[in-house]
């Protein structure tokens, strides 16, 4: 909805590009998830190079580095009220209640996985701290 609502925050010209950017990267990100959450993916996915399959914690890794957490909360609430402040036909029987659903969906898969993003960072700085700290003690 956020690409055909001509009065979206997206509406001119160089914000579009932006949300092309940042909703291709959106799909890889909400794909990666998907391949932490299944032992077998259920369904073919579209967005992932087979490397990046292989690691999907590298593809939230790399999208959290590109993009803040209160960054993707202010683009998912322009793709809410881009979803529900569209004036013409929702294509494919899309209503705002799903805009608002959507949204509460993917807030919820984001801010998840910045949990698990935070985590992992953290668990980086102490085994490398750790690290540190025990050869000190060798050198000691």
Known sequence: MAVINT??????GNSREILHEFYDQLLAFIEALY???EATPKISLTY?????????F???NQFFQQFSIDYLRRELADFLEAGIGYEGNYPNGFTPWQAWMSYNHLLCLAESA???????QIQFVTNTLS???AELVEVD
């Open 35 to 37: 391949v932490i959450s």
């Open 58 to 60: 590298g593809v939230i």
């Open 114 to 120: 910045y949990q698990l993003y935070i985590n992992q």
């Open 131 to 133: 690290q540190q700290t």
């Open 48 to 56: 992932l190079t087979a490397g990046q399959q292989s690691n999907p």
């Open 7 to 12: 009065q979206s925050p997206y509406s001119d």
